[in-house]
């Protein structure tokens, strides 16, 4: 496993008390140092529209995008929505508690976890309902269909009722011992409930909480707990009916959402989700080598080492090539055809706290420190 794994993750193994230990198992020799990049040819402009600030964010935050809006929080209780063309808020409230796990939203309804389990959904600046949760989260909730599914850490998956609050069911599916403290799958796919549990992708209906169809991307291997770990990371990639996903340190794979079936798996040692077009699926290895499948077969389309050693966000495919960024606060614009380097700037002294977004014509960063930028690919 990847000597820099515990760089925001840790594990959770459940017992009476659920207690939260760092990656140690993953400690080792460093790694070898990337090779410094000089005097980058700009091939494609990037340009910076706005920048706003959500303070410091210390857990797995999840921007959810929405037109021209955007929904973020931070690790102290902040939660806001900002508009994405302009970086203003459109409101902000602040908690009473920390946040272990956000944002979801649907586009008026927003829902986060708070650090003592507690799921609190807000809209247009007010707290609606909390219900205490038995166990953490730290995925984003889904609001969906006027409802709110929560995957917690031991695996389960809870439904509420959007308006009230009430519990409405409740599935879970056993599982490795120790969990990551980083967020999973979730998604909406027609009228099925899709979620990462383990190393598998799972459909559920919405309704009762039955599981429909189960593939698995990665089987759990290894001589411990820690190897054996192969739950599915965010973000994941939809096109049609195709969902694509990783499975930690193991696999990337699509699973055909209407079907439940797998359409293919390759083996590739990764911990950030993947992201895609209609041709092409990317996904950064622990390595800093960032690979490109074939979207529809699977076969290797391209990888390239220029970042090698670095340690990368999760990226966003855009038409004009691939965002990507590294712990030293550089965003990275690779080619789609080859992932030769396009441009690179400098957004923070910090790694990003998520995945890039796109909302209202924006490219949405967030780091570590809260700093929030749009940018503009032209």
Same mark, same amino acid.
């Given at each position: ?13 459940? %017992?009476? &008390?659920? @207690?939260? +230990?760092?990656? =140690?198992?993953? /400690? ?6 990337? #090779?410094?990049? *000089? ?104 609001? %969906?269909? &006027?409802? @709110?599914? +929560?995957?917690? =850490?031991?695996? /389960? ?6 308006? #009230?609050?009430? *519990? ?211």
């Amino acid at each position: 496993m990847n000597t820099n794994s515990s760089r925001w993750i840790s594990l959770t193994r459940f %017992a009476l &008390a659920g @207690v939260c +230990v760092a990656l =140690a198992a993953c /400690s080792g020799p460093s790694r070898p140092k990337p #090779t410094e990049i *000089q005097g980058v040819t700009v091939l494609q402009e990037i340009r910076t529209s706005w920048t706003a600030n959500v303070g410091k964010v210390d857990f797995p935050l999840v921007v959810s995008a929405r037109e021209d809006r955007i929904a973020l929080a931070n690790s102290q209780g902040v939660v806001a929505v900002l508009d994405a063309t302009t970086g203003k808020d459109i409101w902000r409230l602040k908690l009473d508690q920390a946040i272990s796990a956000g944002v979801g939203s649907d586009g008026q309804q927003l829902a986060v976890v708070t650090r003592n389990n507690e799921l609190v959904t807000l809209q247009d600046g007010k707290v609606q309902w909390r219900k205490s949760l038995p166990a953490q989260s730290f995925t984003a909730p889904l609001v %969906a269909g &006027a409802r @709110v599914f +929560v995957l917690t =850490a031991d695996r /389960s998956v809870i439904a509420f009722d959007g308006a #009230t609050g009430r *519990q409405l069911w409740t599935q879970q599916r056993p599982g490795e011992p120790l969990v990551l403290k980083q967020a999973g799958v979730m998604l909406a796919f027609k009228n099925t409930l899709v979620v990462g549990l383990s190393g598998r992708l799972s459909g559920l209906d919405p309704n009762t909480g039955v599981i429909r169809w189960e593939s698995a991307i990665a089987t759990p291997r290894g001589t411990n707990d820690v190897e054996r770990l192969v739950d599915l990371v965010a973000p994941f990639d939809r096109v049609g009916d195709v969902v694509c996903v990783r499975a930690f340190q193991a696999a990337v794979g699509c699973v055909n959402a209407e079907r439940g079936q797998g359409v293919w798996t390759r083996p590739s040692a990764g911990e950030m989700g993947v992201s895609g077009n209609e041709t092409l699926l990317v996904a950064p290895m622990s390595n800093g080598v960032v690979q490109a499948f074939n979207r529809s077969n699977g076969e290797r389309v391209w990888d390239t080492e220029r970042l090698k050693y670095r340690i990368l966000s999760a990226p966003l495919v855009t038409p004009r090539g691939v965002l990507v960024a590294d712990n030293g606060g550089w965003l990275y614009l690779l080619s789609l055809a080859d992932g030769a380097l396009l441009n690179r700037i400098k957004l923070d002294s910090e790694e990003l706290a998520t995945a890039p977004v796109f909302a209202g014509g924006r490219y949405v960063v967030v780091t570590r420190e809260g700093r929030v930028t749009g940018l503009q690919i032209p």
